[in-house]
């Protein structure tokens, strides 16, 4: 494995209420210099997507609009972690106030990038089980539809077209492997 490269400069570009762009300028162990723009964490605590299993075969999806494709998307809940919280407290809380209930159970199944080789960005993929009624409000604008599905049949929900977040789509097909191990 080489070594890993040196920043020797790292510039903010840009900024705006949620993301700031940094130029760096790194050198490689083999003296090789390059320039790469990232999207930076800015004061992001890290993120959460939770899948919540209403019970051992049935996961709860919400329908929630996307602004970055402009249409509404099926998925997990998920949100940013808030300062002071925990990856779990704040799973929890995101289950609250999307899908109206919190989990007895959670258990951290992995840790996903989405693009490393430009974001900077990660998600803590957490499996909620044992789940109970009980609701906070959140900061959606609206009301998110909540939707039951098999997850012996993820092909059936791909092909609807509306679940094409491919942390969303990893996250399932995770669960559904760990699920049927423990079984």
């Known amino acids: 494995m080489a070594k890993k490269p040196t920043i020797l400069t790292q510039t903010t570009v840009a900024q705006s209420r ?35 299993m209403l019970d051992p075969v049935t996961v709860l999806l919400i329908r929630e609009y996307s602004a970055g494709t402009h249409r509404y998307e099926l998925g997990l809940p998920k949100g940013k972690v808030d300062a002071g919280e925990s990856f779990f407290e704040a799973a929890n809380r995101e ?57 012996s049949d993820l092909n059936a929900l791909l092909a609807t077209g509306e679940c094409t977040e491919a942390r969303s789509i990893a996250a399932l097909f995770m669960a559904r492997e760990y699920l049927a191990t423990c079984a």
């Not at 159970?105 to 992995?110: A, D, F, N, V």
């Not at 803590?124 to 906070?136: D, H, M, P, R, T």
């Open 95 to 151: 289950l609250k106030e999307e899908i109206g209930f919190g989990a007895h159970q959670l258990h951290h199944l992995s840790t996903f990038s989405i693009a490393p080789a430009y974001l900077e960005h990660t998600t803590e993929i957490i499996l909620a089980q044992e789940l109970y009624a009980e609701k906070l409000i959140g900061d959606e604008p609206e009301e998110l539809e909540v939707i039951a599905w098999s997850l």
């Open 18 to 52: 949620l993301f700031r762009i940094e130029s760096l300028e790194i050198q490689f162990s083999n003296g090789q210099l390059r320039h790469y723009e990232r999207l930076a964490r800015g004061g992001s605590n890290g993120a959460v997507l939770v899948i919540p």
